[in-house]
């Protein structure tokens, strides 16, 4: 079983920018693609960046051209720098692999406010 960790959140102020890590155990992680996840209170659990084995990437609309997804091969690890903050990106933020196989780490919580 894959276990995942994700860290980095916090509190930010409108604007502000926050860098989320995600250390994957195992030697699964340079076969797969790797997403970043989101779930607000009261909404379904959303993908809102996502990168292949080859490091393309995709972003939902709401996220493009302010988060930047990435990964270390070497250090079994996935980024997500969010930059330009709002109230609305306010979530707990999961990585796991695209689609989804069932393992989830415990969240990051991200709070967006003034």
């Known amino acids: 079983q894959v276990q995942l960790v994700e860290s980095g959140g916090g509190l930010v102020q409108p604007g502000g920018s926050l860098r989320l890590s995600c250390a994957v155990s195992?030697?699964?992680?340079?076969?797969?693609?790797w997403g970043w996840y989101r779930q607000a209170p009261g909404k379904e659990r959303e993908l809102v960046a996502a990168i292949t084995r080859r490091s393309s990437t995709n972003y939902a609309d709401s996220v493009k051209d302010r988060f930047t997804i990435s990964r270390d091969n070497s250090k079994n690890t996935v980024y997500l720098q969010m930059n330009s903050l709002k109230p609305e990106d306010t979530a707990v933020y999961y990585c796991?692999?695209?689609?989804?196989?069932?393992?989830w780490g415990q969240g990051t919580q991200v709070t967006v406010s003034s």
């Open positions: 195992g030697s699964i992680f340079s076969f797969n693609p």
């Open positions: 796991s692999t695209t689609p989804n196989r069932g393992s």
